[in-house]
């Protein structure tokens, strides 16, 4: 394999995964060579990534295409701040996370009802809480020219739970996916209190599983919202995903909640 020109061996390397071409490049000197070209990793790159640069809060520096990817693969906050953008490092396949600021909330401006503060373990600068409310409806948008097409997409919840939460788990809530005004997913999710949810899911008779929140590596929580396929090919029309996430039936008064965002993130 030595023997092959290095020009050829990057254009070779070009038509793999991210994945492929870091461990390819132990093959060989000239794999090794190769593998840092920007013949291979500009292939990687969203095809918009110059548009997605001048959106970044804080312009990034780089030596490299390759330089430039592995910067792409940690969140970069975009859009004034108001969203996180990421690529998965083994595919270069697109993620976002919508901050609080950037979701519909219902009564989001009242602050009987909600609060916006700053809390330092969230990627954004300002975090939603909910006080107290009995119609919780919160509702994000993105289209899927923003994603990576013939992708299985879902869609997560981020989220925490105050020491002074009330009300979160007395009804479950339903998530919902839309594209263009169609429900593709529907699911039901527990805001679960300490051991009370299992004995809430009994009382209830919830169908099926439940989502409930899980931990992140981050040290929030997130609840799956749902997933869909973002076929997304060339010529295809451009498509408005709506994620939601309600409890508008049991007129139950809630508070504790708190939201840093909606994540969409290949599955």
């Known amino acids: 394999m030595d023997s092959l020109p290095e020009h050829c061996v990057s254009a ?3 038509l793999t995964s991210p994945e492929d071409a870091s461990r390819l490049s132990r093959v060989s000197c000239t794999f090794r060579s190769a593998a840092q070209s920007d013949v291979v990793w500009v292939g990687f790159l969203p095809p918009d990534c110059d548009a997605v640069l001048t959106r970044l809060v804080r312009p990034l520096k780089f030596g490299s295409k390759k330089e430039l ?6 969140p970069q906050l975009i859009d004034s701040g108001r969203k996180s953008f990421k690529l998965e490092r083994s595919s270069g396949k697109i993620s976002y996370v919508l901050s609080a600021r950037d979701l519909s909330i219902a009564w989001s401006n009242e602050p009987m009802y909600w609060t916006w503060k700053f ?6 600068q300002e975090v939603a809480e909910l006080r107290t409310t009995d119609w919780l409806e919160i509702e994000g948008q993105l289209t899927t020219a923003m994603l990576s097409p013939n992708t299985l997409y879902g869609a997560y919840l981020i989220m925490k739970i ?3 939460a009330y ?7 339903q998530a919902s996916i839309e594209l263009q005004n169609q429900v593709v997913f529907t699911s039901t999710a527990i805001l679960q209190q300490g051991h009370r949810e299992s004995r809430n899911r009994r009382r209830l008779g919830v169908e099926g599983e439940a989502k409930v929140p899980v931990e992140r590596e981050d040290g929030w929580m997130e609840v799956e919202l749902g997933e ?3 076929g997304g090919g060339s010529g295809e029309n451009d ?3 709506k994620v939601s996430f309600k409890e508008v039936k049991g007129y139950q008064l809630k508070g504790g909640l708190v939201i840093q965002g909606i994540e969409v993130r290949p599955k």
């Open 239 to 241: 498509e408005v995903v």
């Open 69 to 74: 990817y592995l910067s792409l693969c940690r």
């Open 119 to 124: 809390v330092p373990d969230s990627r954004f």
């Open 228 to 230: 869909f396929f973002n």
């Open 162 to 164: 105050s020491h002074r």
């Open 12 to 14: 070779i390397l070009a």
């Open 167 to 173: 009300g979160l788990d007395v009804m479950p809530s």
